[in-house]
T-cell receptor, first 111, second 115 residues
Framework: QKEVEQDPGPLSVPEGAIVSLNCTYS??????FMWYRQYSRKGPELLMY????GNKEDGRFTAQVDKSSKYISLFIRDSQPSDSATYLC???????????FGAGTRLTVKP | GAVVSQHPSRVICKSGTSVKIECRSL??????MFWYRQFPKQSLMLMAT?????????EQGVEKDKFLINHASLTLSTLTVTSAHPEDSSFYIC???????????FGNGTRLTVT
């Protein structure tokens, strides 16, 4: 079993839809949780960064962390074609370099 | 926001030659930088952790004599692929963070093609 599980998709939605992306993990020591967006042939771009459980909102993006269920989510409201990319979840324990990445979910938002 | 600059973005070299890739943190100091390799449609694979002023820590299976890492300053780390072979062709991405509580910020990657 992988430490971080993420459905690779592909996921295709119409423009304006609400997108839900998820990751599960097995290591209860993870404390920092991140979502990155990666366009083709580019490096990952940090979207959301949260510590421990809770919600965080930034514009059209909302990140949720449920440590009791070892489950994190990223919601994209009013999705746009420019949101089409691969979304990677990432997490690590406190005071530790040991970052773990999900496989990435490929999202396409159709106009 | 934090910016990490990586150069070159694309390089083509002949088999047997060496290629140097630079990674710079532009608006913050990074005591630790990380080098990743990414194969098509796959996630990031950590190659090594680069600490300023000390030797890099390599992941299992990564040849340290082939992938030379130098982190000479708080804003610059370099990865040199020595005696490159076609199987080294890949997308290499660096990342950096300001401190232990900060997230990683990534460069835009370098696509290496060895002919």
């Amino acid at each position: 079993q992988k430490e971080v599980e993420q459905d690779p998709g592909p996921l295709s939605v119409p423009e304006g839809a609400i997108v839900s992306l998820n990751c599960t993990y097995s290591n209860s020591a993870f404390q920092y949780f991140m979502w990155y967006r990666q366009y083709s042939r580019k490096g990952p771009e940090l979207l959301m960064y949260t510590y421990s459980s809770g919600n965080k909102e930034d514009g059209r993006f909302t990140a949720q962390v449920d440590k009791s269920s070892k489950y994190i989510s990223l919601f994209i409201r009013d999705s746009q074609p420019s949101d089409s990319a691969t979304y990677l979840c990432a997490m690590r324990p406190e005071g530790n370099n040991d970052m773990r990445f999900g496989a990435g979910t490929r999202l396409t938002v159709k106009p | 926001g934090a910016v990490v600059s990586q150069h070159p973005s694309r390089v083509i070299c002949k088999s047997g030659t060496s290629v140097k890739i630079e990674c710079r943190s532009l608006d913050f100091q990074a005591t630790t930088m990380f080098w990743y390799r990414q194969f098509p449609k796959q996630s990031l694979m950590l190659m090594a952790t680069s600490n300023e002023g000390s030797k890099a820590t390599y992941e299992q299976g990564v040849e340290k004599d082939k992938f030379l890492i130098n982190h000479a300053s708080l804003t610059l780390s370099t990865l040199t692929v020595t005696s490159a072979h076609p199987e080294d062709s890949s997308f290499y991405i660096c990342s950096a963070r300001a401190d232990r509580n900060s997230p990683l910020h990534f460069g835009n990657g370098t696509r290496l093609t060895v002919t």
